[in-house]
């Protein structure tokens, strides 16, 4: 079982920054991938960022520039950082983890206001 646990979420003015992070625990597999999607109200759910554990990122062109994704493996916490915010990136944020399927957190709301 892996258990993910996220923190960080939060209202923000435009501009602004907050940082997500995401602890993942419990069966580890050291070949895995860990990122951040993102669902609005009325939208599907989409990539925000990801990084492999060989470092490798992926980001949604939305976000390029703005936000950064991290990894301490150490601790298996994943980070994302969000900086100029926009209201447009209002949604719920999702971490996830994928080792072979796909493990999800519960989720933690970011609001822009404008």
């Known amino acids: 079982q892996v258990q993910l646990v996220e923190s960080g979420g939060g209202l923000v003015q435009a501009g602004g920054s907050l940082r997500l992070s995401c602890v993942v625990s419990g069966n580890i597999n050291s070949f895995n991938s860990m990122g951040w999607y993102r669902q609005a109200p009325g939208k599907q759910r989409e990539l925000v960022a990801i990084?492999?554990?060989?470092?490798?990122?992926n980001y949604a062109d939305s976000v390029k520039g703005r936000f950064t994704i991290s990894r301490d493996n150490a601790n298996n916490t994943a980070y994302l950082q969000m900086d100029s915010l926009k209201p447009e990136d209002t949604a719920v944020y999702y971490c996830?983890?994928?080792?072979?399927?796909?493990?999800w957190g519960q989720g933690t709301q970011v609001t822009v206001s404008s």
């Open positions: 990084m492999t554990s060989a470092s490798r990122t």
């Open positions: 996830n983890y994928w080792a072979y399927r796909n493990y």
